[in-house]
């Protein structure tokens, strides 16, 4: 398998759940990446991983907890979400985080919604 | 004020008809420029990186140019596939997350 796979591509769940989203990539980057997207709206970066060592955190909700166990796999870890964090939620990979010029490579989301 | 602002927001073409699509910038320093295609239910795709004013980039019907104040993402003869959202991102500043366009819709019909 190629490119950035992330699972479920599909996930509800209520405000007490706790859920976690996974994503591995299979082209040899070293930066992992979590986005928001939510309509109207530009993407938000929420989390970088580069080599493991999470390198930015863009003032996230406590309830959303990332892990990057190795330089292919990323989780994003759910608990007590809000109705209003119901997005598509995209991992992205890419050769180097540092300065930012090496073009992201996404996979195809999983689609959130919190009832 | 946005930093990164791409016009129009969407865009209803015939298949054949030539058009732009713009993004424009308020930061200096630009870095690199970035321009991805999104489909329905699927993640980004880059197409390209742009790094300096006057740099133009092909692929297929599409050609992205720069200047230092916007880019614009030519598409000529446009078909029916070419429908999706157009990303446009930046960085300028090293150390800097890239900053995302609000993005085009393109919806070319036969």
């Known amino acids: 398998e190629t490119g950035v796979t992330q699972t479920p591509r599909h996930l509800v769940m209520g405000m007490t759940n706790k859920k976690s989203l996974k994503c591995e990539q299979h082209l040899g980057h070293n930066a992992m990446y979590w986005y928001k997207q939510s309509a109207k709206k530009p993407l938000e970066l929420m989390f970088v991983y580069s080599l493991e060592e999470r390198v930015e955190n863009n003032s996230v909700p406590s309830r959303f907890s990332p892990e990057c166990p190795n330089s292919s796999h990323l989780f994003l870890h759910l608990h007590t979400l809000q109705p209003e964090d119901s997005a598509l939620y995209l991992c992205?990979?890419?050769?180097?985080?540092?300065?930012?010029?090496?073009?992201?490579?996404f996979g195809n989301g999983t689609r959130l919604t919190v009832t | 004020e946005d930093q990164v602002t791409q016009s129009p927001e969407a865009l209803r073409l015939q298949e054949g008809e030539s058009s732009s699509l713009n993004c424009s910038y308020t930061?200096?320093?630009?870095?690199?420029l970035f321009w991805y295609r999104q489909d329905p239910g699927k993640g980004p795709e880059f197409l390209f990186t742009l790094y300096s004013a006057g740099e133009e980039k092909e692929k297929e019907r599409l050609k992205a140019t720069l200047t230092k104040k916007e880019s614009f993402l030519h598409i000529t003869a446009p078909k029916p596939e070419d429908s999706a959202t157009y990303l446009c991102?930046?960085?300028?500043?090293?150390?800097?997350?890239?900053?995302f366009g609000k993005g085009t819709t393109l919806s070319v019909s036969s």
């Open positions: 991102a930046l960085t300028f500043r090293a150390g800097t997350a890239l900053i």
């Open positions: 992205a990979s890419s050769q180097d985080s540092q300065g930012w010029d090496s073009p992201l490579h």
């Open positions: 930061v200096s320093g630009l870095r690199g």
